[in-house]
Every structure is written in structure tokens, then in C-alpha cells.
């Protein structure tokens, strides 16, 4: 139903523990251990312990780890598990900015900062969100899959676009990308949905990539070729003017 409360149980300090594994991953890998243990009882043995070691490896790719959020107003935090691949200058994508019909508040059309990170599929890949407040788009786009670290991924690959805006009007777009081996984008979310910071909004199945549009004037706090976590890296922070002018609307 539109208008859940999806919160962030990563919220404190947290001591280490094995994580979870997302249950959209653990039909792959019971598969996988259902498989091997078929070519085990056939004794074929050639088999057998491929895929014993290919469903560990799908069950660390669907690892859900629970994370520790800053708890700062200001703090955009990363989507993605991953590598700063590319920081650029560029126009948001037009799903992000248009006015769509539908009355919810779109992006400024004019250049900002993008922040793209590459997954690999040693990385998790649950994306979270950047800041807390309500889903007003989520816009799916069809496309290819060449690969996810070059920066023609970002208009021509499969991709799904989400628009989240706060309760003082500061808004955040990003994009997960699909890359040359992923073939699936899965939403955990829709429009109307409140989250918090660091929320989990889905995941894009086996390498791929997410590009971040921070609001206009704020600069990255990461440099290309960083490595950044899913809702605990800082991305950058929202100036104060920022917030002063979300206030006043």
C-alpha cells in the first residue's frame, strides 16, 4: 500500500554478524545446493563441487548486512555498495525532471553533480536510499546491457530512475543501471512510500552500476576511484543554504 513507513532497522552501533541473505536470492542458491547435491548422490563428482562452490558464491552475492546510518540532516549518503567510477557535470536524466501529469515535484533541468558507482559482483548490491522522505517517481526504462562502467551506460542500458523528496523540499534522483551481466533490476519500493535514510529501495542482480544527482550547488565528498558503502559512505552534505530554502517553501 502506498504511504508504508519502510524504515532502516541499521540504524546504532552494531557489533559484526554473518549476514542475511535477501530472500530474492535464496531460490538461486537452494537451486544451486539442490544441484549439487543431485551430482553428489550420482557421484559426479565433476559437477557436484562446481556447483557446491556456485551456490556460495550466490549466496554472498545476496548478502543483506545491516548498516549503521549517519544521523545528520545534511548527510546524503551512498545508495550502493561499490566504486566512485565517474564524478561529472550533467543534466539529470528527463524522467527526472519533465512534468509527467501526475503533480509530483520533479528536478531542476540544469547540469549538477553526478556521483557513479560501479558494483562488481563481489559487492552487495541491495541499493538504499540516499536521504529519508517520500518516493514521488519511480520510472522504469527498458534497455541494453553493455557495460556498466562506461558512461553511455547511463542513457542506453536498462535502468529505473527514483525520486525521493524530503519533508523540506530537498530532493534527491538516482539511478540503478543494469549492467553487462545483470539482467534484472528488483524495485522493494513505490511511489508514496515514506523511508528513511539508508532504507533499502532493491537490487540489481549480479554487476551493474547507480548514478546520484546531488542538488544544485552541493559538491562530492569522494573522489574517482573511492571505495563507498551503502548507507554509511557520505556522498556529500546539503548546504545550509539548502536547507534554509527548503524551510521557506
Known sequence: MAGELVDNKGRGDVGWQWPAIHPEGRKFGLIAVGISLAAAFLAWETIAWPMAFLSLGVFAFFRDPERVVPQDERAIVSPADGLVSLIAQV???AELTMDDGSGTPALANQPVTR?????????????????????????????????????????????????????????IGFTQIAGLIARRIVPFVKPGDTLAAGARVGLIRFGSRVDVYLPAGTDSKVLVGQKVVAGETILAEIGEQKLIEGIAQ
Not at 120 to 126: G, P, R, T
Open 91 to 93: 543534466e539529470p536524466p
Open 115 to 171: 556521483i557513479s558507482i560501479f558494483m562488481s559482483v563481489f559487492d552487495v548490491h541491495i541499493n538504499r536510499a540516499p536521504i529519508g522522505g517520500t518516493v514521488r517517481r519511480l520510472v522504469y526504462i527498458p534497455g541494453k546491457f553493455v557495460n556498466a562502467d562506461l558512461d553511455k551506460a547511463s542513457e542506453e542500458n536498462e535502468r529505473q530512475h527514483i525520486l525521493i523528496e524530503r519533508q523540506d523540499g530537498v530532493s
